[in-house]
């Protein structure tokens, strides 16, 4: 891929960060002593990308001072000034003779660590006009949620900061992209143009946008509050560990009697009742370098009568309470937790799987995990099967904080850290 550029919107005033950073674009505020764009600017490297165009405006001298054509970190950057503010695609004017074949984009006031093969490989086997790089969030509300059907093509995108009346997946556009050149040949003139509301609109009329899943680190770091919260993940190592290159460690979530009350087969959504704790709990996993993954079995649910429409309404609501609570689960899946592994590349050795059934318990202990079984639902006394957990925890949250500290503490200590 080493003939891929990427495009970088570092043009960035970030007037909500005066108190903290003062007479320097968004995208050169320091997190832990460098600018965001050099956290950026190295990882596309990791992933052979190494032709880069920044696009600069407010006090754009200091990142060409900074970064100069980039020799000096191991990349090379061509800059393109906007002399007025062009919105968030009114530059793409400038890129007509620059770039040929699919490119990436990327805003410069986010703290990521993506693996970018995957996402160019994902956008290219399905031929698109423009891939979305999307994921679950702590605060949908006031995200733009992309709806799209089981192969990734959007259908709708659902504006933030609107009233939404109905429940909804926590799948939330990141700010990241894969175009194809074809789009900018349209643009004649170098004019305000809104890249969500004109270009992303009109290919998903097309059916030419596709949305691409993944649990990987992307933050916006455009407050105080988002950015420490950043600079604390950075220091903990949960940036890099996200990125799916790496093997993940996850923490599945059995549903029913874990997450939501155990009322026999749900048959619709009105009979959905999130268990107490449970947004605290996985809120606590998110904040960790574990994925949150739910698991249902969706064959047994299909055999009682319940409809996948019907199911997914069911997981709607869970995802449309836990967001409002803050928390949000990695993904769903209605089947064993080797469909999660392959997709996320998770170490299932140094992930555990937590239910309330010795059926649970079985589950993880067949796929090669550690186990808690949680003392309330069923509680283990099913009797179905004669195992054993590693541990016991009396809810959810308590059966995080094993795995979180008590853990995670004597693992470091085994391996002197």
């Given amino acids: 891929m080493s003939s891929m550029k990427a495009v970088i919107m570092a043009g960035g005033r970030g007037t909500r960060l005066q108190g903290v950073a003062k007479d320097i674009p968004k995208p050169m505020v320091p997190v832990l002593g460098r600018p965001v764009l050099q956290y950026q600017i190295e990882n596309l490297k990791s992933s052979g990308i190494t032709e880069l165009i920044l696009i600069i405006g407010y006090l754009g001298a200091a990142v ?71 994921h679950p969030n702590s605060h949908p509300g006031d995200s733009d949620v992309i709806v799209a059907d ?75 509050d988002r950015l420490y919260r950043v600079a604390s993940d950075m220091q903990r190592g949960i940036v890099p560990a996200r990125n799916l290159k790496n093997k993940q460690k996850a923490i599945f979530l059995v ?13 619709e959504k009105e009979q959905f009742e999130l268990l107490p704790g449970t947004a605290e709990a996985i809120k606590v996993i998110n904040t960790s370098v574990y994925l949150a993954i739910a698991v249902t079995n969706q064959p047994v649910a299909a055999r009682e009568g319940r ?7 069911i997981h709607k609501k869970m995802q449309t309470e836990l967001g409002n609570a803050g928390a949000y689960v990695d993904d769903i899946f209605n089947c064993l937790p080797k469909r999660a592994a392959e997709k ?34 069923e509680a283990g006394l099913d009797g179905k099967y004669d195992v054993s957990p590693d541990f016991e925890a009396g809810t959810l949250l308590d059966a995080v904080d094993v795995i979180l500290r008590k853990v995670n503490i004597s693992e470091r200590e085994k391996n002197g850290l």
């Fill in 64 to 134: 060409q001072e900074y970064f100069g054509d980039g020799k000096d970190f191991g990349v090379h950057i061509e800059y393109i000034v906007e002399k007025v503010p062009l919105g968030t695609a009114g530059s793409f004017f400038y890129l007509k003779d620059k770039v040929k074949e699919d490119f990436i984009l990327v805003f410069g006031d986010l703290i990521l660590d993506v693996d970018w093969n995957r996402f160019m490989a994902f956008h290219r086997d399905r031929r698109a006009s423009i891939t979305l790089y999307g």
């Fill in 150 to 224: 089981e192969n990734g093509k959007v259908i709708k995108i659902e504006a933030k900061n609107k009233e939404r009346p109905f429940y909804y997946d926590n799948f939330v556009n990141a700010g990241l992209y894969c175009i194809a050149p074809k789009l900018l040949k349209d643009i004649d003139i170098p004019q305000k143009i809104d890249l969500e509301k004109t270009i992303v609109s009109e290919q998903i009329e097309k059916s030419g946008v596709y949305a691409y899943r993944a649990s990987e680190y992307v933050k916006d770091m455009g407050t105080p």
């Fill in 255 to 267: 549903r029913d009697g874990i997450l939501n009350i155990r009322k026999g087969f749900l048959n």
């Fill in 307 to 313: 409809t996948f429409s019907e199911l997914e309404n």
């Fill in 344 to 377: 996320y590349n998770i170490d299932l050795s140094r992930s555990w799987y937590i239910g309330d059934t010795t059926a649970d318990i079985r589950t993880g202990r067949n796929a090669g995990m550690r186990t808690i079984l949680i003392k309330s639902g």
